[in-house]
């Protein structure tokens, strides 16, 4: 048999290579396990030294829309501003033209009382009396002449067409018509006093 101290140095070595396979295997078992989780030794190292990520921060709470959405029952719409429906200017209604009043060349004129008539009789002119229509009675005028008479009393005036003769009382110049005394407002005094003019044909 041989010495005990030649077997020394080969269960030393023996020894330490399997300590170093036992090391080998460990380191080996790390690196497998690192990779299964997808990090390297660095991020793996990192991840337990580094501090806990903070909390990502909540949206703040959003205000309730004006309008409701598609799916929902819709509000009434918001009024229009005034700029918005300005209201147009109406059209004024166009005024009709006034008939302007023929005007009249006096050739004569004067004062005197003025009476009137209504009984239905033929005229110095040979047209039957109309109590109605605007006309008079002069003793020497042309027939057809056109006399302004104005009731002195109140200053209402008429254009009557002479078609008759008259009248013969005393002081009175004019026979007027019902309706021609009844435009210048004498019917209740009977007789009236005017003044007349003589107007142009």
Do not use: W
């Not at 509000?75 to 918005?84: L, W």
């Not at 229509?133 to 005028?141: D, G, R």
């Not at 005094?189 to 003589?198: E, K």
């Amino acid at each position: 048999m041989g010495s005990p101290g030649k077997h020394r140095p080969k269960a030393r070595l023996r020894t330490i290579l399997i300590a170093s396979g036992v090391a080998v295997a460990v380191v080996a078992a790390g690196a497998f396990a690192l990779l299964s989780s997808g990090g390297s030794a660095d991020s793996a190292r990192a991840a337990q030294t580094a501090p806990e990520a903070a909390a990502p921060l909540a949206d703040p709470p959003r205000t309730a829309p004006e309008r409701a959405s598609r799916g929902g029952t819709r509000g009434p719409a918001p009024a229009p501003t005034p700029s918005a429906t300005a209201t147009k200017a109406k059209p004024k209604p166009k005024k009709k033209p006034k008939k302007k009043k023929p005007r009249y060349r006096v050739l004569s004129s004067g004062s005197c009382q003025a009476s009137f008539y209504s009984e239905g009789q033929m005229t110095a002119s040979g047209e039957a009396f109309d109590p109605s229509e605007l006309t008079a009675a002069h003793k020497t005028l042309p027939m057809g002449s056109k006399v302004r008479v104005t009731n002195r009393n109140n200053g209402r005036s008429v254009i009557v067409r002479i078609n008759d003769r008259g009248p013969y009382a005393g002081g009175r110049c004019l026979d007027l018509s019902r309706a021609a005394m009844s435009a210048v407002g004498g019917t209740g005094a009977g007789v009236i006093p005017v003044r007349y003019q003589v107007l142009a044909r």
